[in-house]
């Protein structure tokens, strides 16, 4: 499990766990005495129940104990990437009139970023991202060579189930890993990720001190938590409903038939998995159910309760027939 963390002292670096990274292995240290990789994925425009009974074989793997899963959909605001490779496919064009028109384009879809497209419509620009990370122990703060070996082969196997399911994985390096974590916590027109196309991590440093701009802080109150003028609101599901159809997360983003309803700003949807010891959740389970069928009433009632005429001679059975008042 992971560690619990506490907010001390004027740095935030403390509060991200991720140390460095192995790119020959493709895994992440972290501070915890665990290893952890991750994979970006495309989300899929539908789903049915073939999609979800590949995906389920990634629940039905191997996993050591107590390993954590986590899930998150990311409408982030960062679409320098792909403007930079539209502009680059026509930087070379004869007609400066069609350059022209793109550079004005690249900046109506990054201001869209920011705020609405248009008048009447609260529709947002958003690059829509999926990110599977995994977590798994080890047993001291330096892993051993078997568990190197153990962590790449199960990061080998979880890249291959997603790929069937066609989700197209890449891996999650320290200079994506950089990038992103920037993205969620540095906001306004000044965050240092909007200057930069290609993503990067400086080698010689921890990871979690390039996370957050030097002008950039975290401040957390008694209502919530704020990131440089971005204030972040957290929803919590209040019900889960009887039966939940694969894909129907997808709704936190819009009606799909619609189009209408969803949150419409940057949103984080996260879906934390852990898995116990299985034999000894066995055990435990068998346990409960043991007892819930020995269980026997007690009490005043117990012997009542077998006792109780049956419907057909209640009538007959009881001395006291049942009245209904109709005054004091």
Not at 64 to 82: C, F, G, H, R, Y
Not at 295 to 301: C, D, I, N, S, Y
Request: hydrophobic fraction near 40%; include cysteine.
């Amino acid at each position: 499990m992971s560690a619990q963390r506490q907010f001390r002292g004027p740095r935030a670096s403390d509060l991200f766990p991720v140390l460095a990274y192995a790119a020959a292995e493709g895994l992440f240290l972290l501070d915890d005495s665990s290893l952890a990789f991750g994979v970006l994925c495309e989300p899929l425009p539908a789903g049915d129940q073939g999609e979800a009974d590949r995906l389920s074989v990634l629940l039905n793997q191997d996993w050591p104990k107590d390993t954590l899963l986590q899930v998150m959909l990311w409408a982030s605001p960062d679409i320098e990437e792909p403007l930079a490779r539209m502009r680059g496919l026509r930087i070379e064009h004869e007609n400066a009139l069609l350059r022209e028109a793109t550079v004005q384009r690249a900046e109506f879809l990054r201001k869209g970023t920011e705020a609405a497209l248009g008048p009447g419509s609260d529709l947002r620009v958003r690059n829509l991202q999926v990110l599977v990370t995994v977590k798994l122990p080890i047993a001291a703060a330096v892993p051993a060579e078997a568990e190197l070996d153990a962590a790449a082969e199960l990061r080998v196997g979880a890249a291959q189930v997603l790929t069937t399911a066609g989700l197209r994985p890449e891996p999650l390096t320290a200079d994506r890993y950089v990038r992103l974590l920037s993205t969620l916590l540095n906001w306004g027109e000044g965050a240092g990720w909007r200057d930069r196309i290609v993503p990067e991590c400086d080698g010689g440093r921890l990871i979690r001190e390039q996370l957050l701009d030097l002008d950039r802080a975290l401040d957390v109150d008694a209502h919530g938590l704020t990131l440089g003028g971005c204030r972040v609101q957290t929803l919590s599901v209040k019900r889960f409903p009887d039966r939940l159809g694969f894909g129907l997360a997808a709704r936190f983003l819009g009606d799909p038939l619609s189009g209408t309803r969803g949150v419409r700003h940057n949103l984080l949807v996260c879906l934390n998995l852990h898995f116990p010891d299985p034999e000894a959740t066995r055990v435990q389970l068998t346990a409960q159910r043991q007892w819930a069928a020995n269980r026997q009433p007690t009490g005043p009632w117990s012997n009542s309760c077998r006792r109780w005429p049956s419907a057909s001679t209640a009538s007959t059975s009881c001395s006291r027939p049942w009245t209904t008042a109709t005054g004091p």
